[in-house]
């Protein structure tokens, strides 16, 4: 397929400005004169191949794309979120939304060359009529009951539950940005969710649910971005996704089997359960008076109470880490990285399927970090 300077510059303006930089931002980042940039966006210089290669490293897209004229751009629906929700979403988060995708693109890569058949959930859900928040509570308890949870069951991991169900779920740090989540329906990656890890853990756990809510029942939309103090066109998207993520995670069921509506009166109770299901107390409040073991007066006079949680488990935290890999994990979290994902990672790497510096940029680390990174995540490295 041809290449053209002209349909080159149409995609590179495109992505400076999905991105929201400047051709300074780029320079700083690439190494790039401004000069250059300015010359390949006007049409009027040509990039050399290890132009390109930079530009495609800084943008995470795909090289294949920006070389070839007519080849089609597989993170269109990333590059339009940007475009489109460039209020909601700062400059700075945006470079981290798409090494998001990057993770999501590379997990398929490894599966692919490890011939590991991609996990799926093949659950299919058609809302019908237009009772949204009836959508919400069907599909839950319909996803439950497909994936064979009993409904009384409590899920102490909803991030790794949600992985082994077929979805490619990662915890990104969004500090500047006011959402909780976002999932973007990618070609080669499938459905694909991101959660704000700046967020307090039993909100990204709520976050999670609600992403796979609208997952599920928005088939008709390529992306989604969640704004707890969203009050936009699609609030009635939003309703539904709160449906799901609070029946799926706290059913009416086991509701019931954990307390009596005069036991859920009692502040204590409702601390000690909101604890043991990992969801906030105003969740929690809701879900009880959703489920009629609550009325409406006292919910509100608990809302009220200053009630205190003990310290919140993080679930992919755990394990036997000295202060200073505690504190490392937990950086590396925020960027994304997981066991399941890490694993497999350094699992292509010793089967000589991906070099070491691909390895590295994989985990988005220097290569000269990648064997700390393998004792932090408990894998093996071999190194050479």
């Known amino acids: 397929m041809p290449f053209t300077t002209q349909k080159f510059s149409q995609k590179l303006s495109n992505l400076r400005q999905s991105f929201g930089n400047s051709f300074k931002d780029v320079s700083n980042a690439t190494g790039i004169p401004i000069q250059s940039l300015?010359?390949?966006?006007?049409?009027?210089?040509?990039?050399?191949?290890?132009?390109?290669?930079?530009?495609?490293?800084?943008?995470?897209?795909?090289?294949?794309?920006?070389?070839?004229?007519?080849?089609?751009?597989?993170?269109?629906?990333?590059?339009?979120?940007?475009?489109?929700?460039?209020?909601?979403?700062?400059?700075?988060?945006?470079?981290?939304?798409?090494?998001?995708?990057?993770?999501?693109?590379?997990?398929?890569?490894?599966?692919?060359?490890?011939?590991?058949?991609?996990?799926?959930?093949?659950?299919?859900?058609?809302?019908?009529?237009?009772?949204?928040?009836?959508?919400?509570?069907?599909?839950?308890?319909?996803?439950?009951?497909?994936?064979?949870?009993?409904?009384?069951?409590?899920?102490?991991?909803?991030?790794?539950?949600?992985?082994?169900?077929?979805?490619?779920?990662?915890?990104?740090?969004?500090?500047?940005?006011?959402?909780?989540?976002?999932?973007v329906r990618h070609p080669y990656a499938g459905y694909c969710i991101l959660i704000n890890f700046s967020e307090d853990i039993y909100r990204q756990r709520f976050s999670a649910a609600h992403e796979i809510g609208h997952a599920l029942m928005d088939a008709d939309i390529p992306f989604n971005v969640s704004d707890p103090l969203d009050d936009s066109s699609h609030k009635f998207r939003e309703i539904r996704a709160n449906s799901f993520a609070s029946c799926f995670l706290m059913p009416n069921e086991l509701l019931t089997k954990l307390g009596t509506s005069e036991q859920w009166r009692q502040p204590d109770k409702i601390e000690d359960v909101a604890h043991k299901l990992s969801v906030s107390v105003p969740a929690l409040l809701s879900a009880l008076k959703r489920s009629n073991l609550l009325d409406e007066q006292t919910r509100s006079s608990l809302r009220k109470l200053e009630l205190r949680l003990p310290q919140k488990n993080e679930p992919e935290l755990r394990g036997n880490l000295t202060n200073r890999q505690f504190e490392r994990k937990q950086a590396l979290l925020a960027t994304g990285l997981h066991a399941d994902y890490v694993s497999i990672a350094f699992e292509a790497h010793r089967r000589n399927l991906i070099s070491l510096a691909k390895l590295a940029d994989i985990l988005l680390v220097d290569i000269r970090d990648v064997v700390e990174l393998a004792d932090i995540f408990g894998t093996r490295f071999l190194n050479g």
Do not use: V
């Open 38 to 183: 300015q010359g390949f966006e006007s049409g009027g210089k040509t990039p050399s191949g290890d132009d390109i290669l930079i530009l495609s490293d800084f943008f995470k897209c795909e090289f294949a794309w920006l070389i070839e004229d007519d080849e089609l751009n597989p993170d269109e629906n990333i590059i339009s979120m940007l475009r489109s929700e460039s209020r909601r979403l700062a400059t700075t988060d945006r470079h981290s939304i798409a090494e998001f995708l990057h993770l999501c693109k590379s997990q398929a890569l490894l599966e692919e060359l490890l011939e590991i058949k991609p996990k799926t959930s093949g659950f299919r859900f058609t809302p019908r009529g237009n009772f949204y928040i009836g959508h919400g509570q069907e599909c839950a308890r319909s996803f439950r009951e497909w994936h064979k949870l009993p409904t009384n069951a409590i899920i102490p991991d909803i991030f790794q539950w949600l992985r082994d169900a077929g979805f490619r779920l990662f915890r990104r740090a969004l500090p500047n940005s006011k959402i909780s989540g976002l999932f």
